[in-house]
Protein backbone atom coordinates (compact mmCIF):
# COMPACT_ATOMS: atom_id res chain seq x y z
CA UNK A 1 0.00 0.00 0.00
CA UNK A 2 1.19 3.39 -0.44
CA UNK A 3 2.11 6.18 1.66
CA UNK A 4 -0.76 8.98 1.96
CA UNK A 5 0.14 12.29 3.23
CA UNK A 6 -0.78 13.87 6.10
CA UNK A 7 -1.52 17.13 7.90
CA UNK A 8 1.78 17.40 9.37
CA UNK A 9 4.14 16.24 6.85
CA UNK A 10 6.62 17.92 5.11
CA UNK A 11 6.61 17.20 1.54
CA UNK A 12 8.52 18.20 -1.84
CA UNK A 13 7.23 19.26 -4.76
CA UNK A 14 8.61 18.60 -7.60
CA UNK A 15 9.18 21.02 -10.46
CA UNK A 16 10.38 18.01 -13.39
CA UNK A 17 10.24 20.64 -16.48
CA UNK A 18 12.92 22.65 -14.06
CA UNK A 19 14.31 19.67 -11.92
CA UNK A 20 13.63 21.95 -8.97
CA UNK A 21 12.08 21.16 -5.49
CA UNK A 22 10.25 23.01 -2.86
CA UNK A 23 9.95 21.90 0.13
CA UNK A 24 6.55 22.80 2.01
CA UNK A 25 5.33 21.61 5.54
CA UNK A 26 1.99 21.19 5.03
CA UNK A 27 1.06 22.07 9.02
CA UNK A 28 2.73 25.56 8.22
CA UNK A 29 1.70 26.39 4.79
CA UNK A 30 -2.00 26.61 3.88
CA UNK A 31 -0.69 28.13 0.13
CA UNK A 32 1.80 27.09 -1.97
CA UNK A 33 2.21 29.96 -4.77
CA UNK A 34 4.40 30.61 -7.66
CA UNK A 35 3.98 32.36 -11.23
CA UNK A 36 2.45 29.24 -12.09
CA UNK A 37 -0.48 29.22 -9.98
CA UNK A 38 -1.59 28.50 -6.53
CA UNK A 39 -2.04 24.89 -4.56
CA UNK A 40 -4.07 24.94 -1.44
CA UNK A 41 -2.00 22.23 0.69
CA UNK A 42 -5.26 21.38 2.65
CA UNK A 43 -6.36 19.46 -0.56
CA UNK A 44 -3.70 17.44 -0.61
CA UNK A 45 -3.74 15.37 2.77
CA UNK A 46 -4.81 11.67 2.01
CA UNK A 47 -3.44 11.72 -1.97
CA UNK A 48 -0.93 8.99 -2.14
CA UNK A 49 2.65 10.29 -2.74
CA UNK A 50 4.10 10.01 -6.57
CA UNK A 51 0.87 11.05 -7.58
CA UNK A 52 0.37 14.64 -10.05
CA UNK A 53 -0.84 17.83 -8.58
CA UNK A 54 -1.99 21.21 -10.71
CA UNK A 55 -1.94 24.95 -9.53
CA UNK A 56 -5.19 26.43 -9.90
CA UNK A 57 -3.53 27.33 -13.46
CA UNK A 58 -2.63 23.54 -14.61
CA UNK A 59 0.99 23.75 -13.74
CA UNK A 60 2.14 20.42 -12.74
CA UNK A 61 4.38 19.39 -9.60
CA UNK A 62 4.77 15.50 -8.39
CA UNK A 63 3.84 15.45 -4.65
CA UNK A 64 6.94 13.79 -3.19
CA UNK A 65 7.36 12.75 0.27
CA UNK A 66 10.60 14.72 2.16
CA UNK A 67 13.34 12.77 3.62
CA UNK A 68 15.33 14.04 6.50
CA UNK A 69 18.41 14.20 4.42
CA UNK A 70 16.69 16.14 1.80
CA UNK A 71 15.41 18.58 4.28
CA UNK A 72 18.46 19.15 6.28
CA UNK A 73 20.56 19.59 2.99
CA UNK A 74 18.85 21.84 0.91
CA UNK A 75 15.96 22.96 3.43
CA UNK A 76 17.31 23.85 6.80
CA UNK A 77 17.90 27.36 7.63
CA UNK A 78 21.69 27.37 8.83
CA UNK A 79 23.33 29.43 11.11
CA UNK A 80 26.35 27.46 11.78
CA UNK A 81 28.34 24.31 9.52
CA UNK A 82 26.20 21.14 9.74
CA UNK A 83 27.62 17.86 10.34
CA UNK A 84 27.46 16.20 7.30
CA UNK A 85 25.23 13.18 5.83
CA UNK A 86 28.99 10.96 5.18
CA UNK A 87 29.69 11.81 9.39
CA UNK A 88 26.09 11.45 10.74
CA UNK A 89 25.27 8.36 9.61
CA UNK A 90 28.52 6.93 11.12
CA UNK A 91 28.10 8.85 14.31
CA UNK A 92 24.64 7.61 14.59
CA UNK A 93 25.44 3.79 13.74
CA UNK A 94 28.53 3.86 16.55
CA UNK A 95 26.74 5.31 18.98
CA UNK A 96 24.35 2.47 18.77
CA UNK A 97 21.09 4.96 18.94
CA UNK A 98 17.65 3.28 17.98
CA UNK A 99 14.36 3.75 19.01
CA UNK A 100 13.09 4.69 22.24
CA UNK A 101 17.40 5.46 23.54
CA UNK A 102 17.71 8.93 25.18
CA UNK A 103 20.58 10.88 23.83
CA UNK A 104 22.23 14.04 24.90
CA UNK A 105 24.18 16.08 22.89
CA UNK A 106 26.12 19.70 22.70
CA UNK A 107 25.73 22.07 21.38
CA UNK A 108 22.38 21.86 18.68
CA UNK A 109 23.65 23.87 15.99
CA UNK A 110 21.46 24.01 13.07
CA UNK A 111 19.77 21.33 14.54
CA UNK A 112 20.97 19.25 11.82
CA UNK A 113 22.61 16.01 14.09
CA UNK A 114 19.70 16.92 16.58
CA UNK A 115 16.76 15.85 13.46
CA UNK A 116 18.82 13.08 12.59
CA UNK A 117 19.45 11.45 16.16
CA UNK A 118 15.22 12.32 16.34
CA UNK A 119 14.47 10.47 13.64
CA UNK A 120 15.98 7.68 15.07
CA UNK A 121 14.89 7.56 18.51
CA UNK A 122 11.32 7.77 17.15
CA UNK A 123 8.15 9.10 19.37
CA UNK A 124 9.22 6.68 22.14
CA UNK A 125 12.66 8.37 22.43
CA UNK A 126 13.62 11.68 23.91
CA UNK A 127 16.87 13.93 22.58
CA UNK A 128 18.19 16.23 24.90
CA UNK A 129 20.29 19.21 23.76
CA UNK A 130 22.57 21.36 25.58
CA UNK A 131 22.93 24.86 24.18
CA UNK A 132 24.10 28.11 25.44
CA UNK A 133 23.41 30.30 22.30
CA UNK A 134 19.92 31.64 22.48
CA UNK A 135 20.27 32.46 18.59
CA UNK A 136 21.27 29.12 18.05
CA UNK A 137 18.24 27.48 19.98
CA UNK A 138 15.58 29.66 18.30
CA UNK A 139 16.44 28.58 14.74
CA UNK A 140 16.80 25.28 15.93
CA UNK A 141 13.84 24.94 17.12
CA UNK A 142 12.20 26.39 13.98
CA UNK A 143 13.91 23.62 11.89
CA UNK A 144 13.16 21.00 14.06
CA UNK A 145 9.29 22.10 13.76
CA UNK A 146 9.11 22.20 10.20
CA UNK A 147 10.36 18.60 10.33
CA UNK A 148 7.57 17.29 13.04
CA UNK A 149 10.53 16.37 15.53
CA UNK A 150 9.82 19.18 17.83
CA UNK A 151 8.12 16.76 20.85
CA UNK A 152 11.40 14.38 20.71
CA UNK A 153 13.29 17.22 21.36
CA UNK A 154 14.42 18.92 24.76
CA UNK A 155 16.69 22.05 24.64
CA UNK A 156 18.09 23.24 27.64
CA UNK A 157 19.79 27.09 27.22
CA UNK A 158 22.43 26.27 29.80
CA UNK A 159 26.73 25.45 29.29
CA UNK A 160 27.78 22.20 29.48
CA UNK A 161 30.39 22.90 32.34
CA UNK A 162 28.04 23.19 34.96
CA UNK A 163 27.52 19.58 34.01
CA UNK A 164 24.52 17.47 32.44
CA UNK A 165 20.80 16.73 34.59
CA UNK A 166 20.86 13.07 32.93
CA UNK A 167 22.95 10.29 34.27
CA UNK A 168 20.78 7.28 32.37
CA UNK A 169 22.00 8.13 28.67
CA UNK A 170 21.88 5.73 25.83
CA UNK A 171 24.57 8.20 24.47
CA UNK A 172 26.19 10.99 24.51
CA UNK A 173 27.56 13.85 21.55
CA UNK A 174 29.78 16.22 22.08
CA UNK A 175 30.31 18.95 19.27
CA UNK A 176 32.32 21.64 21.22
CA UNK A 177 35.44 23.87 20.76
CA UNK A 178 36.95 22.20 23.56
CA UNK A 179 35.50 18.69 24.36
CA UNK A 180 38.29 17.80 26.95
CA UNK A 181 36.85 19.85 29.63
CA UNK A 182 33.50 18.39 29.53
CA UNK A 183 34.68 15.07 29.43
CA UNK A 184 33.97 14.40 33.03
CA UNK A 185 30.47 15.50 32.89
CA UNK A 186 29.94 13.26 30.00
CA UNK A 187 30.83 10.21 32.05
CA UNK A 188 28.75 10.61 35.19
CA UNK A 189 25.61 11.06 32.31
CA UNK A 190 25.80 8.14 30.50
CA UNK A 191 25.17 4.60 31.45
CA UNK A 192 27.94 1.89 31.65
CA UNK A 193 28.77 0.27 28.40
CA UNK A 194 27.31 2.91 26.05
CA UNK A 195 29.01 5.15 23.89
CA UNK A 196 30.20 8.86 24.01
CA UNK A 197 30.83 10.64 20.43
CA UNK A 198 33.01 13.36 19.66
CA UNK A 199 33.64 16.03 16.88
CA UNK A 200 36.28 18.03 16.11
CA UNK A 201 37.81 20.07 13.14
CA UNK A 202 41.81 19.85 14.29
CA UNK A 203 44.20 17.24 14.97
CA UNK A 204 45.40 19.95 17.94
CA UNK A 205 41.86 19.13 19.37
CA UNK A 206 41.98 15.25 19.07
CA UNK A 207 45.30 15.07 20.57
CA UNK A 208 43.84 17.07 23.98
CA UNK A 209 40.69 14.93 24.15
CA UNK A 210 42.70 11.36 23.51
CA UNK A 211 44.81 12.74 26.82
CA UNK A 212 41.56 13.47 28.66
CA UNK A 213 40.07 9.94 28.03
CA UNK A 214 43.43 8.18 29.19
CA UNK A 215 42.49 10.04 32.89
CA UNK A 216 38.80 8.38 32.82
CA UNK A 217 37.77 4.90 32.17
CA UNK A 218 36.90 4.56 28.83
CA UNK A 219 37.71 2.19 26.30
CA UNK A 220 37.36 1.06 22.88
CA UNK A 221 38.63 4.37 21.29
CA UNK A 222 39.01 5.18 17.77
CA UNK A 223 39.78 8.22 16.05
CA UNK A 224 38.70 8.52 12.26
CA UNK A 225 37.48 10.79 9.52
CA UNK A 226 35.36 9.96 6.35
CA UNK A 227 35.80 10.85 2.83
CA UNK A 228 33.25 10.74 0.36
CA UNK A 229 33.80 11.10 -3.36
CA UNK A 230 30.74 11.58 -5.86
CA UNK A 231 30.31 10.35 -9.88
CA UNK A 232 28.38 11.40 -12.57
CA UNK A 233 25.32 10.09 -13.29
CA UNK A 234 26.18 9.86 -17.24
CA UNK A 235 26.29 6.40 -18.51
CA UNK A 236 28.28 7.27 -21.50
CA UNK A 237 30.99 9.16 -19.59
CA UNK A 238 31.04 7.76 -16.19
CA UNK A 239 33.81 9.97 -13.96
CA UNK A 240 34.13 11.20 -10.31
CA UNK A 241 32.96 15.03 -9.63
CA UNK A 242 35.30 17.56 -10.24
CA UNK A 243 35.41 18.52 -6.68
CA UNK A 244 34.61 15.84 -3.68
CA UNK A 245 33.57 16.09 -0.26
CA UNK A 246 37.07 15.24 1.77
CA UNK A 247 38.21 16.41 5.30
CA UNK A 248 35.28 17.57 6.83
CA UNK A 249 35.78 17.12 11.03
CA UNK A 250 37.41 14.18 12.80
CA UNK A 251 35.43 11.54 14.79
CA UNK A 252 36.28 10.38 18.33
CA UNK A 253 34.54 7.20 20.32
CA UNK A 254 34.82 6.04 23.23
CA UNK A 255 32.97 3.20 25.39
CA UNK A 256 32.00 4.07 28.93
CA UNK A 257 33.18 1.18 31.78
Do not use: C
Not at 123 to 149: C, D, H, P, T
Not at 236 to 256: G, N, V, W, Y
Request: glycine fraction near 6%; avoid cysteine.
Amino acid sequence: MNDKVKAEDTVIFYDKEKDKKYFINLSLTPKFGTEYGIIETEKLIGIEYGAEIKTHKGYPYLLLPSTVYDFIMYKLNRLTQIIYPKDAAYIALRLDVKPGDKIIESGVGSGAMTAIFAHIVGSSGKVISYEKREEFIKNAKSNLNKLGFIDRIEIKHRDISEGFDENDADALFLDVREPWYYLHHGYKALKKGRMVGILVPTVNQIIETLKKLEELPFIDVEVLEILVRHYKTVHERLRPEDRMSAHTAFLIFARKV
